[in-house]
């Protein structure tokens, strides 16, 4: 995830909705209280940080690209950032007590993400992994965006709204796994929901010729349906444990 960020981390921290701060009171609930320390991992410029914050613990934010790092503590200077991926951040020892991901658990190594988060918790911790779907409100806006996105790059995919939680859960490394999500609507103009796509990990890593495309091409069909589009929020909060006795 190094560098598909960093150039435009103030327009992401801008335009990238915050998270509800309901997660906090069901992270601290399902933890059993205010956790000693809390680590994030791919904090970013800190959407999920305002929210981890509000457990009232010491927070140290794990973020690989110096840029977003440098706009993260701008803004939330009593953190503690480590730049560096997840795959080589080394954790304390005896681990933490609650590791949490907003909305990068798709940028970890697949390979490794659930038993490097396992093994960097104390027995019992908490893993807290959450993030935005974004859908749309009106099913034409949403079968119009489609439409024009495939035809611009019909590799285009998009993972199903549940994956982490399949993720965490296949895993077979947690225990006490559950799932909360929560809805809202978010209208906005056309401008501003060009300055949100330009912030989508898909549109900065596909080439300078696509990304014109789709912005001549999105910019026409926000402005057909009235210059607003109302995004329609899925906020996914998965929370699992690391089990109090060693694997096997």
């Known amino acids: ?41 791919g904090a970013g410029t800190g959407k999920g940080t305002a929210v981890l914050l509000r457990l009232g613990a010491p927070v140290t934010c794990v973020e690989p690209d110096p840029r977003m790092a440098a706009r993260l503590t701008a803004t939330f200077p009593q953190v503690h950032a480590v730049t560096s991926t ?42 807290a992994v959450f993030g935005h779907e974004y859908g749309y409100a009106d099913p034409a806006q949403a079968r119009a965006v489609d439409t024009t996105l495939r035809a611009i790059d019909p590799t285009a995919t998009r993972r199903r709204a549940d994956w982490f939680h399949h993720d965490i859960t296949a895993s077979d490394l947690f225990t006490d796994v559950r799932a909360d999500t929560l809805h809202r609507d978010l209208p906005l103009s056309t401008d501003r929901y060009l300055r949100l796509l330009q912030t989508f990990g898909p549109y900065r890593q596909r080439t300078a010729e696509q990304q014109t495309r789709a912005a001549t091409a999105m910019r026409t069909l926000v402005d057909d349906f009235g210059g607003t589009v109302v995004l329609r929020l899925r906020t996914t909060l998965v929370l699992a444990r690391r089990p109090r006795t060693s694997r096997s």
């Open 1 to 41: 995830m190094t560098g598909v960020f960093g150039d435009v981390a103030d327009l992401y921290d801008d335009v990238r909705p915050d998270y509800p701060t309901a997660l906090a009171d069901l992270i601290h609930d399902y933890h059993g209280g205010t956790p000693d320390t809390v680590t994030e991992i």
């Open 86 to 127: 997840f795959e080589r951040w080394q954790p304390p020892t005896g681990g933490v007590p609650l590791l949490a991901c907003a909305l990068a658990w798709h940028w970890l190594d697949p390979a490794t993400r659930n038993a490097r988060a396992h093994d960097a918790l104390t027995p019992g911790g908490t893993l």
